[in-house]
């Protein structure tokens, strides 16, 4: 019973050196997946094909009609009881929606996981009970995130990263500044179009002038009603890509 969820693969090239396997796979991906996590994907899968928006197109669309059908795609795949709690706290789930969506739309796949899961966990592992309001309007749709570590000049040298936070006493505020293009942040998917919040990675500075490594800030970037970049904040569009269009890097 278990193994009628999963079906053949269809025929192809690969099918001899399937054959000479030692063990039988079908098997290994219920006791790798769980029974009950097979036919979520399943039913996910059949109820997407047949979706009228969130259904694949064979056309190719322009870099505005990317954007746009994949933020639209994205919230109603949210809209759907179940796959935002499932995506953001079931580990074994969220593989599974992720699987199903990657043979569908890989935009939307990819908007999903950087402005939802990985903004929102960021928020949820790192903040305190504090920040937990920013998750709540997240998860209601009021605000959409992206999360900026990269800059031009450093990618994965996290500790390298020269983007400043420096702590105005007299305002109890934390100033963030790139103190030259380098020090930009770059390839935040979202940020580019549509994030009204950015977790951001900064050089933290105290009043004593001492570099205290790398901390993490929630930045208000552009205001959820009008969707323009607050005062003092330059966002940038990196335009079409090679793939992945559906995702608004800034």
């Not at 290994?28 to 997407?48: G, H, M, S």
């Not at 009881?81 to 990819?110: H, R």
């Not at 309007?137 to 570590?149: E, P, R, T, V, W």
């Amino acid at each position: 019973m278990k193994q009628e969820l999963i079906p053949d693969f269809a025929t192809g090239p690969l099918d001899r050196y399937r054959k000479n396997a030692s063990f039988n796979w079908k098997k290994l991906k219920v006791f790798l997946e769980r029974e009950e996590v097979i036919k979520y994907a399943n039913e996910l899968y059949e109820y997407l094909t047949k979706h009228p928006i969130l259904c694949p197109s064979l056309l190719t669309p322009t870099l505005d009609d990317a954007r746009h059908n994949t933020v639209k795609k994205l919230y109603t795949l949210l809209s759907i009881p179940g796959i935002q709690s499932a995506y953001m706290s079931e580990v074994d789930k969220a593989v599974a929606i992720s699987t199903v969506l990657f043979n569908l739309d890989i935009s939307t796949t990819v908007k999903m996981s950087v402005t939802t899961a990985l903004f929102g966990t960021a928020l949820m592992s790192m903040g305190t009970e504090r920040h937990m309001s920013y998750v709540q309007d997240l998860l209601a749709g009021k605000i959409s995130g992206c999360f900026c570590l990269t800059e031009i000049a450093h990618g994965t040298n996290a500790r390298g990263m020269r983007t400043q936070a420096t702590y105005d006493v007299n305002t109890k505020e934390f100033i963030l500044h790139s103190p030259d293009f380098k020090a930009a942040k770059c390839w935040a998917g979202g940020l580019g179009q549509s994030a009204t919040h950015a977790v951001v990675y900064a050089q933290l500075i105290t009043p004593d002038e001492i570099q205290r490594g790398l901390h993490t800030f929630v930045v208000p970037v552009r205001d959820p009603h009008s969707m323009l970049p607050y005062p003092g904040i330059v966002v940038g569009d990196m335009g079409e890509k090679a793939g992945l269009n559906g995702v608004d890097n800034g």
